[in-house]
């Protein structure tokens, strides 16, 4: 298991290094920086006095080593629009994000995860062509038409809950369920054909022939096998979920980082997109290593066949 963890670290360490360089080569990539900063109206004396005050006259390498050696330390620099330390920013808006983001998760699970199994037990049952119609539904509605519908009807016609901010809790529903939505129909497709095919296996036939009661055999012998794949899937959905909130942000007015995001590049604020990228990134990067280390400890035999 150490030698598994070990290689799993420096595949992590790796993939952390590349996504920085990128994080940061993007922005460049979009043209000359400086222009960007000086806007439509600018000169292109402005242009050179911005190229020359932030550095971009130097060559990128240099500014990358310089860039990534401040944010190990947490210094993002200045942000140009708002002009005060881009940690400060990400710091009062990141709690927001994870907060909607984990929600949602959690309510994304609690619902598939159940019905996954639901629909498992009796292929082509009721349930499980409800799913598939929850599963078509979710992926074919855009979230952003789901979110304005819900403001109509649960925050305009009823008034249940608020249509905007986060001020209060009630504030974080709409947004929760709207955001879990799009996450549900991978979830329990994932997990109806897990165990589906756990279901079929000659020690599950075992365990239902010694008369063992069906609860124990589909929450203690099934679903411990059938959930390995879920679990890497659901540490790339609540990556997702965490990076792709800029549209329902945006539509319930969330000040989380993807509406700071959206705002940052009306605004060509490049300091600013460059540390939510690589924030983002990197959540993914974590998230996933520590669904392949959760994968190994539950199942031996991928300890062994790690790369």
């Known amino acids: 298991m150490l030698s598994f963890l070990l290689r799993r670290l420096v595949v992590a360490l790796g993939v952390a290094v590349a996504v920085s ?23 292109a004396g402005d242009a050179e006095a911005i190229r020359l005050a932030y550095g971009f006259d130097r060559p990128i390498v240099v500014q990358y080593a310089d860039w990534i050696g ?26 927001v994000t994870l907060t909607l983001g984990m929600l949602a998760f959690l309510a994304a699970l609690a619902i598939a995860l159940p019905l996954g199994v639901a629909a498992a037990m009796r292929p082509n049952g009721f349930i499980d062509r409800f799913a598939l119609v929850l ?6 509605v855009p979230s952003f038409w789901l979110g304005l519908m819900a403001i109509v009807v649960f925050g305009v016609w009823y008034g249940l809950v608020p249509i905007s901010g986060t001020e209060t809790w009630q504030g974080y529903i709409l947004p929760v369920l709207v955001l879990a939505y799009s996450a549900i129909p991978e979830l329990m497709r994932i997990t109806r054909s897990g165990m589906i095919e756990v279901l079929n296996t000659d020690y ?8 063992l009661p069906t609860g124990r055999v589909i929450l203690v012998h099934a679903l411990r096998n059938a959930v390995l794949p879920l ?46 990228i690589l924030i983002l990134s990197l959540f993914y990067v974590v998230l996933t290593t520590a669904a392949d280390l959760l994968n190994a400890w539950l199942d031996p035999r991928l300890r062994g066949g790690a790369a």
Do not use: C, M
């Open 204 to 211: 599950i036939r075992s365990a239902q022939a010694k008369g």
């Open 231 to 276: 679990i890497s899937l659901s540490a790339v959905q609540l990556g997702i979920l965490l990076s792709g909130s800029i549209v329902i942000e945006s539509v319930f007015a969330v000040n989380g980082l993807g509406r700071l995001a959206w705002e940052s590049l009306l605004r060509s604020d490049l300091p600013v997109v460059q540390a939510i």
């Open 21 to 43: 360089a990128l994080s940061f080569a993007l922005i460049f990539l979009t043209g000359d920086p400086a222009i960007a900063i000086a806007g439509s109206g600018g000169s």
């Open 70 to 95: 401040s944010a190990l330390t947490g210094d993002f620099g200045q942000s140009i629009y708002f002009n005060i330390p881009v940690s400060e920013i990400i710091g009062n808006r990141i709690p």
């Open 135 to 140: 599963a078509v539904s979710g992926q074919a």
